[in-house]
């Protein structure tokens, strides 16, 4: 005879199993608004290495991206005069990262579209895997003190424009903090 479904246990289960649901976020977040940007080290495709724990004192914008995602495409084609121009001369470290692409892929990307950025490789999605679990492109501002500023998950015109407006917030000190 098949054993029946004991409702205490399935009762104690599911506030469990609620709460593992809300802490990873609805967008598949790992980190929130307000924590602590979680260490990393990317390889550029200079050969540089860049570290995030170097940068504490600037504002940071990470952005995961990856060839094949037409959002991640349109919202690159802005980042030259929409954040590298606009914020020229500002405490502003702009780092796209490829999530989960070889090196050849990417480089093939960066000549085709002749951006002049520098890219970061994350070939095995370990550095984006400590923010999110899905959903590109993303977007996260770190502020001075290293801690996670804004999220920003997609792209259109809008959010973009919302994202330029909390880089000159960040900038100017604004402890103004969102997730879109």
Known sequence: ???????KKV??????LAFAFNAL????????????VPEFSVRMLDGSVIDIADLK???????????WCPPCRAELSRVDSEIIDRFAGED???????RGEPREKVEDFRKITNYKF???????SDIFNKFAERSIPRNYIIDREGKI????????????QELISDIHKVLKGSSKTQEQ
């Open 92 to 98: 502003l470290v702009f780092i796209a990262i490829a």
């Open 11 to 16: 009762l104690l289960l599911l506030p469990m």
């Open 25 to 36: 976020g609805q967008d598949g977040s790992k980190v929130q608004v307000g924590d602590p």
């Open 118 to 124: 520098q890219m970061g490789l994350d070939t095995d």
């Open 1 to 7: 005879m098949p054993k029946l479904i004991d409702m």
């Open 57 to 67: 004192g600037k504002v940071v914008l990470i952005n995961f991206w990856a060839t």
């Open 149 to 160: 500023a804004a999220v920003y998950v997609g792209y259109d015109k809008e959010l973009s």
